[in-house]
């Protein structure tokens, strides 16, 4: 039996809705899935509503942190309470801060002359949790890029002419507001940090799991963050991180899953932190 503890729907920046995730999963022989949206809680509800009784849904969500050196580092919850009050307070905050970026993100593309309304972003958004993922798809439409892998590496990655940074979260604030909404929080792929620094303050503030299998992890990579999760005392965690058909990717799900012994050890761990 295996579980894919890292997923995203329409809810966030996926392209499936929480019915079709689950009905995609029970096909690909999973036995639990973890929905871990990026700053949402909104899909859970349907996915459990919609899930066969052999296939069990975790509550989860994939909270965006920054680094003191300003890299992004994602923070997965499962097992989180969506109704804890705390984090949809903080949900709330930065739902209102990811708008006023992508904003500017559309003023500096306009700067660099490639014009695109809030419309033509929304579009591919059918709520209103707007992301870079949504600009890229309206980039890809206008004829502006090829891919939206473009987008990003020309325009609005990490260090492109038209990204943004926005505020967020310490990865250790990350880590409380999950372990406070009685979660398990895990840092996700690793293997796309610039350097692991941030890893003792975390394991500090109560980080419980590494995601060692992950899409964009090579199996010497895999390898490699097994070993260190031990060292640390990290359970290892992991999945796909699938977008679904039509995203930035290609679609992992079935391809990327962790065996249920890990499954079973992180909500031990959960229990016995409760
Ligand atoms: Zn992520
Ligand atoms: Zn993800």
Known sequence: MFADLHLHTTESDGTWT???LVREARKAGLAAVAVTDHDTTEGIEAAQKAAPEDLQVIPGIELGASSPRG?????????IDPGYGPLQERLAVLRQERIARIVR???RLADLGIFLSEADVQEFSH????SRSHIASAMVKKGIVQTKKEAFDAYIGQGAPAYVKRPKLTPEQAVELILGAGGVPVLAHPGLLKDLSILPSMVQAGLIGLETVHHSHSPEQEEYFLGLAAELGLLPS??????GPGGKD???LGKYKVPWKWLADLAKKREGSQ
């Open 250 to 252: 290609e679609i992992y």
């Open 127 to 130: 709520r209103d949790v707007l």
């Open 71 to 79: 890299d992004e580092v994602h923070v997965v919850g499962l097992w």
């Open 18 to 20: 929480p019915a079709e």
């Open 238 to 243: 992991g999945g796909s991180d699938c977008h």
């Open 105 to 107: 993100i559309l003023d």
